[in-house]
């Protein structure tokens, strides 16, 4: 078998021999077609465990870890070569799909299935081009093939920062395919810490970085993509503004070379953790007031114009401390802002859950309460219209914290919620809605992982039910505070990690495996050309099969 690239270089396929079993079995004697197929089976199986076991030991096969520095550790436990049955995870049924492999007279398990042709997985890395032809010579004649052509590539880490402290509290991919990182750094400030804002490429290469700050502390906690290409970060000055710590709003171009930059606050501390931009091209902020308000600290939403001039700004809260933590815009031109509340619900703090016209005018508010500590860190409008808010909860799960997940209806009435956690302390700061209607939700967990605290990600169905989870980190600390869904189905973990780095703390990008089904034209009874989908080869392996229906018996 060989691969044909469309640029007229071919290379040799990897040979039956490598691959776990051969595409169509052997041709046996009748007579030794049983004994063969079962000490064979004994085999395989031994030999597939094997690759589990390593494989859940972050031991890779191939070393598709992805360690691409000294800096960068294993971000998943997934390994294409031990996935035979192509379902994204490797599990029991592998082991399965080898214990059938043969059959109880030797029949191929391909044949049985229908399979015409499996290439395996074919590791393409170093191979140009965006399309690849797969020459397999088969003669397929059927017109009812059915074609299953995927590609995998495999995850990895970074980390950015100097000698002193660093970290991200945000992330996101940029239009070009990259990631914008804002948080905080030690290494490269004016003054004790400054905003700092890392660009990288899709492959988590650094292309710029910019810190903003003056001779005090200024720490970025949000970043999007504007409009216009540029950026803008929201966080908290104390080395500008009026009071003890200020909202403070930057604006970049495409660059990061700051426009400019407007602080919002009083005499006394305003913290600002979350930004969007608006329909008029805009900014709202969202944080918490000490300045202003009805008592301690209250819930304050900030709206600006395009260029950080502020047009109006309310507070929300009672006699006691109530916080926002985020801000999303909401598909009819207003916000909803979650964060904890002490002057309303059941508990020491509640889930709580405020939602504004286009004018910040409140319309509704609720609290999803126990008995404990319970804090929302991060809300999105889901695709019915609803909402779900996750964070922390001491009141229910099984441990000292647990993440809490909270799913609403449009009115913000309780739908369903769930935990996830151990024994220890476990909380969620960042969560996405993914592509196929589940949830996937990033923070730290003591109760699992490597070392001291792991960053997790867990991902859920549509109704929270958890359908996997992994951790990253090393034996320090090591922190997830934003998720991403990435371009290619796949997640972006940023935050900050003790384990890894050149200093004492660094900012640190995690970027989860990708599977994808691929497209393909050009099937011929001996060939299929699949598109790699990138110029710059951005799937590292690739995987066909052809079947076609077998007729009932």
């Not at 359908?467 to 972006?492: H, L, M, P």
Request: charged share 20%.
């Amino acid at each position: 078998m060989v691969i044909e690239v469309c640029s007229t270089r071919q290379i040799t396929a990897i040979p039956s021999t490598q691959l776990l079993f051969t595409e169509n079995g052997e041709k046996v004697g009748k007579h030794m077609k049983k004994a063969i197929g079962i000490l064979r089976n004994a085999i395989l199986a031994t030999l597939l465990v094997t690759i589990l076991v390593l494989a859940g030991m972050s031991i890779g096969f191939i070393g598709y870890y992805g360690i691409a520095g000294e800096h960068e550790a294993a971000t998943s436990n997934y390994n294409p070569w031990a996935d035979l049955n192509c379902d994204d995870f490797v599990d029991i049924f592998d082991i399965v799909e080898v214990a059938l492999a043969f059959g109880s007279e030797g029949t191929s398990f391909m044949e049985m299935a229908g399979i015409e042709y499996d290439s395996g997985w074919l590791n393409i890395t170093d191979q140009n081009g965006q399309y690849y032809t797969l020459v397999h010579d088969k003669n397929l004649t059927s017109l009812d093939l059915m074609v299953e052509a995927r590609g995998f590539a495999p995850g990895w880490n970074k980390t950015y920062g100097g000698a002193s402290n660093d970290g991200a509290f945000a992330g996101i991919q940029a239009s070009d395919g990259g990631y914008a990182l804002a948080g905080g750094t030690r290494s490269y400030s004016a003054g004790e810490v400054d905003f700092w804002l890392v660009k990288t490429d899709s492959a988590g290469n650094i292309q710029w970085s910019q810190a903003y700050g003056g001779d005090y502390y200024d720490q970025a906690m949000s970043v999007i993509q504007t409009t216009d290409g540029g950026y803008a970060l929201a966080g908290y000055t104390m080395s500008f503004g009026e009071g003890y710590f200020d909202f403070w709003l930057i604006k970049t171009d495409a660059d990061g070379k700051m426009e400019w930059n407007r602080t919002y606050g009083g005499m006394d501390d305003d913290e600002a953790y979350s930004v969007v931009q608006t329909n008029d091209g805009g900014y709202a902020l969202g944080g918490f007031t000490w300045s202003f308000g009805s008592g301690g600290y209250d819930a304050w939403l900030v709206k600006t114009d395009e260029y950080g001039n502020m047009q109006w700004n309310r507070t929300y809260g009672g006699p006691l401390d109530d916080y926002a933590y985020s801000v999303a815009r909401t598909l009819d031109g207003g916000y909803a802002l979650a964060g904890e509340a002490s002057s309303f619900g059941v508990g020491y703090s509640d889930f709580w859950l405020i939602k504004t016209d286009a004018s910040g005018i409140a319309q509704w508010s609720k609290t999803y309460r126990g008995s404990q500590y319970d804090s929302a860190y991060c809300v999105i409008q889901t695709s019915d219209y609803g909402y779900a808010l996750a964070g922390q909860t001491l009141s229910f799960g099984a441990g000292s914290g647990d993440f809490w997940l909270v799913k609403t209806d449009s009115a913000g009435n309780e739908q369903w919620n769930k935990t996830y956690g151990g024994s220890e302390i476990d909380y969620a700061n960042s969560i996405v809605q993914a592509i196929d209607g589940g949830y996937a939700l990033a923070g730290d967990t003591w109760s699992f992982g490597a070392g001291g605290l792991d960053a997790w990600l867990v991902k859920t169905d549509a109704y929270g039910n958890m359908q996997w989870n992994r951790t990253y980190g090393g034996i320090n600390d090591d922190e997830a505070f934003s998720v991403i869904q990435t371009n290619d189905n796949a997640y972006a973990l940023a935050g900050d990690t003790y384990s890894f780095g050149a200093g004492f703390r660094d900012v640190w990008l995690v970027k989860t495996d990708a599977i994808s089904g691929l497209a393909w034209k050009n099937l011929t009874p001996n060939s299929i050309a699949v598109c790699r989908e990138t110029v710059d080869g951005y799937w590292n392996f690739l995987r066909v099969r052809l079947s076609k229906p077998r007729s009932s018996p």
